[in-house]
């Protein structure tokens, strides 16, 4: 299978996205919230358009693919494991994509989270083309592959490294997302921001989790805003989080903001707890100094568009570390 009609496959692939009468995928989304309640059905719909829509057009996928000369040559037969995250619907799909886009074989586990809709996909590549079904290879325990890509935790990832270190590998640990607000936000841009901290439940790398603000910020147009996802407390897991982390600020004492469904509360961890969202002030005119070493995205002032970190182009790897480029290599 030559890198054209790899790209022609892909696209096929985006193609069955589109249909509306497509009766296998709805299906699989009914299959997949069964099975994991995180997954609702409007995040759902949110990830696979977001992957039709940028990673698998036609000429997104042949200006991605044309940026690595490497990947027109013949396929090596190089086998890849890959250990994918579950955290967010389809969240292991684009390094199944890059490790066919450059000719290797996909060995990979699925998190048991998110086994429905990559075994959708995965299917629906065999039907496009029967030569998938050598090519992309389903293993509880990973062995005898050439390099792997492995996403988790900090804790999964020591074992990561302990298992696949002697191997060329790329590890993937925990990483969140802040944003810096200058005070003059619109409207639109807050709608927007609080799409990138609350969409899939806030569980995503791209998730902001923490928000820098001038010191004097008006919170209440950004609480306004928020309050849209205040539906999330109808899902009695999220509710539960919810409760209890009201109760430790409660018990704390400590000064907190409430929509009715998710908490604000001054921390300096970028990290938050599952139904808050953490503040710091910063001296306006003086940017603040980020340490970036678990941050995936910066939006906002000096940073990406509100709006960007929940729809990445196939060249926004995560961590920063060109998965193509590492994948193009092995031969």
């Not at 791209?206 to 820098?212: G, K, L, Y």
């Not at 989080?241 to 109760?247: C, G, V």
Request: glycine content about 6%.
């Amino acid at each position: 299978m030559n890198l054209q009609a790899r790209i022609e496959h892909f696209f096929t692939l985006g193609n069955l996205f589109f249909d509306p009468k497509n009766e296998a995928l709805q299906l699989a989304k009914q299959k997949a919230f069964q099975q994991n309640s995180w997954f609702l059905p409007v995040f759902m719909d949110h990830a696979i358009t977001q992957i039709r829509d940028s990673f698998l057009s036609l000429d997104a996928l042949k200006h991605w693919a044309s940026q690595y000369p490497s990947l027109y040559n013949a396929p090596t037969g190089k086998k890849i494991g890959i250990v994918m995250a579950g955290n967010i619907p389809l969240v292991g799909f684009h390094d199944l994509l890059s490790t066919l886009m450059a000719g290797h074989t996909a060995v990979v586990k699925l998190s048991s989270k998110d086994t429905v809709l990559m075994k959708y996909v995965i299917e629906s590549l065999i039907q496009i083309n029967p030569v998938f079904q050598e090519l992309i290879i389903e293993q509880e325990q990973l062995k005898n592959c050439d390099a792997y890509i492995a996403t988790g935790s900090n804790n999964t990832g020591r074992y990561f490294e302990q298992y696949f270190g002697k191997y060329p590998h790329i590890i993937r640990k925990n990483k969140t997302s802040i944003a810096i607000l200058d005070g003059q936000e619109s409207k639109a841009a807050l709608d927007l921001l609080a799409d990138d901290m609350l969409l899939y439940f806030g569980m995503g790398c791209r998730n902001v989790t923490q928000i820098w603000v001038p010191e004097g910020y008006d919170f209440i147009p950004l609480l306004e805003a928020m309050k849209k996802y205040n539906y999330l407390g109808d899902e009695h897991k999220y509710k539960h989080n919810y409760d209890y982390q009201l109760a430790l600020l409660m018990m704390n004492r400590q000064f907190y903001m409430d929509t009715g469904g998710i908490l604000l509360s001054e921390n300096p961890s970028p990290f938050a707890a599952l139904s808050q969202i953490h503040y710091q002030f910063y001296t306006p005119g003086e940017i603040p100094t980020i340490d970036s070493s678990e941050i995936q995205c910066i939006v906002g002032l000096n940073g990406i568009s509100f709006g960007g970190p929940q729809k990445p182009s196939l060249s926004d790897y995560a961590d920063g570390v060109d998965t193509l480029e590492f994948l193009s290599k092995i031969q």
